[in-house]
């Protein structure tokens, strides 16, 4: 793991904008390093809903909601990154943001 972990890092200092070797890096970590290596792969890799996905699914509450705003700004019109925020919300039990948030939703994809 530590030769492949190695090889993968020094690809993607070679190209940093590689979603598929971003995810193979991020599947050989433990949840806490997967979380770090995601946060540079979203900064790297702005346009990947996985990988803003993936990072929101890792973090505590307070951050996913951080995380999701983030990828909102990046990504206006993307109807996943809208839905797992809504999703976000209805799992604390905040119908009132789920519905600010569809609303907001709607607005976004209109002007698509």
Do not use: G
Not at 80 to 101: M, P
Request: hydrophobic content about 45%; glycine content about 0%.
């Amino acid at each position: 793991d530590t030769a492949k972990k190695a090889v993968l890092r020094k690809a993607l200092e070679a190209n940093p904008t590689s979603i598929t070797l971003w995810k193979a890096a991020i599947d050989l970590e433990e949840a806490d390093d997967a979380k770090v290596l995601l946060s540079v792969a979203v900064e790297r890799v702005p346009h990947s809903v996985d990988l803003w996905l993936a990072l929101a699914r890792l973090e505590t509450y307070d951050n996913a909601r951080k995380v999701l705003n983030q990828a909102r700004r990046a990504l206006p019109t993307e109807r996943s990154i809208w839905i797992a925020a809504a999703k976000l919300e209805e799992s604390q039990h905040h119908s009132d943001l789920v519905s600010k948030i569809i609303q907001r939703a709607f607005q976004s994809l209109h002007k698509k």
